[in-house]
């Protein structure tokens, strides 16, 4: 699966500045965009493929439920997440009646972000999605902070097979090359340009462990590929 294109548009331009400096680990996942005005915002949307557009319901002088509209009405595959401060029951009735994906409050954590866009691109996908293009562990990174709950299945070159069982953002079992728990994703992390696909009710594994915040579980793998190298 290649990058998903992103549009981001916000009149606030050291808002943007933020968010692409807070995008940078998630550059093999999101591929991003950034405008100021719905005129650019229209332009891009003319000239290229924009699986996302997140936009301020603010913009100067426009707003971005007319932007949702236009994007409704001639790219209808492309989702929208919009934001705003003043976040009115009107303001929702229009979005939502209009097709938006998602209404999140200004000011919001970007893990709350992150979040949304995982949600709605996992859905998108269906139940098995082969990802050929992000890094196991940012995949690992992005599934924990979410609180997802997944099965994924890594193939390496020499046709090896590992399974890692995520449950809400908890590491339940992983098993691969004889090993299982952090020592299976440390061996998963070693790996030079696996196969990934993720995919719901995988079985095959035969311990469980105790569920480990896959935060902690990755700290751990890391430390012990460091030891290794």
Sequence with gaps: MSRKNILIVDR???FLLELR??????????????????????????????????????LSGESGLELLLSVRRWH?????????????EEI???????????IL????KFEELLKVLAGIFAKESGNTTVLDTIPLADLLQLIGMGHHSTDIIVINARKERGIIRIRKGNLLEAEAAGVQGVNAV???LSWESPTIKTCKGVHGISSALHPLPLHDALIQAAARLDEKS
């Design 12 to 14: 606030d331009k050291d």
């Design 21 to 58: 400096e807070a995008f940078i680990p998630f550059k093999n996942v999101y591929q991003l965009a950034f405008v100021s005005t719905l005129a650019k915002a229209q332009e891009i949307l003319r000239k290229f493929t924009v699986h996302m557009v997140i936009a301020n319901v603010q």
């Design 76 to 88: 209808t595959e492309t989702h929208v997440v919009l934001y705003s401060e003043e976040l009115t």
């Design 92 to 102: 929702k009735r229009s979005a939502y009646h209009s097709g938006v994906s998602a």
């Design 105 to 108: 409050p200004s000011p919001f």
């Design 186 to 188: 440390t061996e998963m």
